[in-house]
């Protein structure tokens, strides 16, 4: 089955760090871009960072850079975020999906896994 | 590049035709996707390309627009098509941004 699934969402309280996986099954991991997307409780969605299929180019939402890293092991078909230094507004479900570019350039996502909830409190 | 839905809810019926709006602060060219997402639920591809249906996606749903305007209308609403709608653009590659959704509820 072509699926994504999240691990790694807890109660972190505000200065901590967390890591967040995304394993892949059912397709071709190696050949996609990968992104992370989050949703604050009843907000919008917010693009955090995509990475390249060969791990070698990342890009990030500005207010997360230089806090968060995502990585990717091929081998392990798996999909990866570090958050540091978290606050309160980096409360969310956080999304992995596979990017779907239907011209040269610019991203959709067309597979989602089922998200884990990240909750930064004291 | 901010992107702005309207309405923020709207209610219809089934059966219903009803259109959703969403405005980019600058040209997105026609470089934007609209997703659907039910309670609980990731969300899920639509429409990309302003027009360009995804797999699977029933051809109730057609979209329309370029450069600042799109809109997404769906022809006779069935009961599963109820639940938010975002679009996003994707023209300000390698950064992403969606709008704030577009709750679609029972009337």
């Known amino acids: 089955e072509v699926q994504l699934v999240e691990s790694g969402g807890s109660l972190v309280q505000p200065g901590g760090s967390l890591r967040l996986s995304c394993a892949a099954s059912?397709?071709?991991?190696?050949?996609?871009?990968m992104t992370w997307i989050r949703q604050a409780p009843g907000k919008g969605l917010e693009w955090v960072a995509n990475?390249?299929?060969?791990?070698?180019?990342?890009h990030y939402l500005d207010s997360v850079e230089g806090r968060f890293t995502i990585s990717r092991d091929n081998a392990k078909k798996s999909l990866y975020l570090q958050m540091n230094s978290l606050t309160a507004e980096d409360t969310a479900v956080y999304y992995c999906?596979?990017?779907?570019?239907?011209?040269?350039?610019?991203?959709?996502?067309?597979?989602w896994g089922q998200g884990t909830l990240v909750t930064v409190s004291s | 590049i901010v992107m702005t839905q309207s309405p923020a809810t709207v209610s219809v019926s089934p059966g219903d035709r009803v259109t959703l709006s969403c405005r980019a602060s600058q040209s997105v060219n026609r470089k934007l996707a609209w997703y659907q997402q039910k309670p609980g639920q990731a969300p899920r591809l639509l429409i990309y390309?302003?027009?360009t249906r995804a797999t699977g996606v029933p051809d109730r749903f057609s979209g329309s627009g370029s450069g600042t305007e799109f809109s997404l209308t769906i022809s006779s609403l069935q009961s599963e098509d109820f639940g938010v709608y975002h679009c996003?653009?994707?023209?300000?590659?390698?950064?992403?941004?969606f709008g704030q959704g577009t709750k679609l509820e029972i009337k």
């Open positions: 390309g302003a027009s």
């Open positions: 990475i390249k299929e060969d791990g070698g180019i990342e």
């Open positions: 999906a596979r990017d779907y570019v239907p011209d040269w350039q610019g991203s959709t996502w067309d597979l």
């Open positions: 996003q653009q994707y023209d300000g590659w390698p950064t992403y941004t």
């Open positions: 059912g397709f071709s991991f190696s050949r996609y871009w």
